[in-house]
């Protein structure tokens, strides 16, 4: 079956680069785009950017400049570096399958807490 | 960028009722390939957000037929009838048509 799994550090400092692995199983990378998502605690989702079938990426414009997307498609993983880490960019992080333009799947989603 | 408003920000809803979210978009989302990408979500506490019906009036799988979308254009709307304990929680609209993708800020329906 179709599953989804956010990996990475829970604790990062400021003005540090958060990397987080998406593992996913039951697709195929190169079938179906995989979309981050975040939300802040208490707050509501925001769109962070994807990684397309084919390999190039979008990114949310207000990210663009901090945040990069990538994969490996023999492991099956898709791989979030932000950088330049603030207080705000406190939240649970989403990777999420795309199907007919909509997250379709989405994983249990990681907290990341920027603080020293 | 798109902004989406959702209303009412929260609802408070009787066991077998109905509930009506209205989402309204800043610009049009029909996308130039015909297709309108206005996706409902529903994330119920401490849990992911769950596709409950993808571009305006799709059912994702497994869906009960409660949940039916509808509009055009600019304006949307989620109706879930026959309220049920499982269906609290908060519902999100989301854009998928203008980069950056945006969702709505959400709406609680909580159960009288």
């Known amino acids: 079956q179709v599953q989804l799994k956010e990996s990475g550090p829970g604790l990062v400092q400021p003005s540090q680069t958060l990397s987080l692995t998406c593992t996913v199983s039951?697709?195929?990378?190169?079938?179906?785009?995989v979309s981050w998502v975040r939300q802040p605690p208490g707050k509501g989702l925001e769109w962070m950017g994807v990684i397309w079938t084919g390999g190039s990426t979008a990114y949310n414009s207000l990210l663009k400049s901090r945040l990069s997307i990538s994969r490996d498609i023999s492991k099956s993983q898709v791989f979030l570096k932000m950088n330049s880490l603030q207080t705000e960019d406190t939240a649970t992080y989403y990777c999420?399958?795309?199907?007919?333009?909509?997250?379709?799947?989405w994983g249990q989603g990681v907290m990341v807490t920027v603080s020293s | 960028d798109v902004v989406l408003t959702q209303t009412p920000v929260s609802l408070l809803i009787s066991l077998g009722g109905q509930a009506s979210i209205s989402c309204r978009s800043s610009q049009s989302l029909v996308h130039s390939n015909g297709n309108t990408y206005l996706h409902w979500y529903l994330q119920k506490p401490g849990q992911s957000p769950q596709l409950l019906i993808y571009?305006?009036?799709n059912r994702f799988s497994g869906i009960p037929d409660r949940f039916s979308g509808s509009g055009s254009g600019t304006d949307f709307t989620l109706k879930i009838s026959r309220v049920e304990p499982e269906d609290l929680g908060v519902y999100y609209c989301l854009q998928r048509t203008h980069n950056p993708f945006t969702f709505g800020s959400g709406t609680k329906l909580e159960i009288k």
């Open positions: 039951g697709f195929s990378l190169t079938s179906y785009h």
């Open positions: 571009q305006v009036s």
């Open positions: 999420a399958r795309e199907r007919g333009g909509a997250p379709d799947y």
